[in-house]
């Protein structure tokens, strides 16, 4: 294991240090200032989980749009 991660008395899963975390006055800011995969994955201020649902907003959309259009050509 490593030296960063801590297990409690009592515990059996060693915890992880927190990341840098920073508040954002928007979501536009959070986005300039930590950047897109910063924001998504790094979750380096409040806005990860609304960035993800658009990840996953924008991701159903084309994959839905590319069986649609698969199903009207075959």
Do not use: C, H, W
Not at 13 to 34: C, G, N, Q, T
Request: charged share 25%; aromatic share 8%.
């Amino acid at each position: 294991m490593s030296d960063e991660l801590v297990v409690r008395k009592g515990e059996r899963i060693p915890r992880r240090p927190l990341p840098d975390y920073e508040e954002a006055a928007s979501f536009v800011e959070a986005i300039k200032r930590d950047g897109i995969m910063g924001t998504l994955f790094r979750d380096s201020n409040q806005y990860g989980p609304l960035s993800m649902l658009f990840v996953l907003l924008i991701s159903a959309t084309i994959t839905g749009a590319m069986i649609k259009i698969f199903s009207i050509i075959v």
